[in-house]
């Protein structure tokens, strides 16, 4: 069974930075597409930032376009994603996703991903 373990949340004031970390354990992929997505209290899950296999096809939301960076070194790395400019509205629990394709379809869907963190609560403060 494939776990994903996200680490790096935590709080910040606002303009800060932070790094999410998301890695696997367990039986591990050959192959895997990721994405994040984040939580607010009282809102629906969004996406935030998505990768391909390869690294060469990343996709974000348009509300944190230009301030995160969705990266990744390869297969035994985490994928990474940094959090630049942080504002308050970027306060949420962010989700690692996963699924066992090189690219999915749709990376901004939710549902396109099998596989998923416990989530990493990230909370910025003006």
């Known amino acids: 069974q494939v776990q994903l373990v996200e680490s790096g949340g935590g709080l910040v004031q606002a303009g800060g930075s932070l790094r999410l970390a998301c890695a696997t354990s367990?039986?591990?992929?050959?192959?895997?597409?990721a994405g994040w997505f984040r939580q607010a209290l009282g809102k629906e899950r969004e996406f935030v930032a998505a990768i391909s296999w390869s690294g060469s096809l990343t996709y974000y939301a348009d509300s944190v376009k230009g301030r995160f960076t969705i990266s990744r070194d390869n297969a035994e790395k985490p994928v990474y994603l940094q959090m630049n400019s942080l504002k308050p509205e970027d306060t949420a629990v962010y989700y690692c996703?996963?699924?066992?394709?090189?690219?999915?379809?749709?990376?901004?869907?939710?549902?396109?991903?099998?596989?998923w963190g416990q989530g990493t609560q990230v909370t910025v403060v003006s």
């Open positions: 367990g039986r591990t992929f050959s192959t895997y597409a």
């Open positions: 996703a996963a699924d066992a394709r090189a690219r999915v379809d749709q990376p901004t869907m939710a549902s396109e991903y099998n596989y």
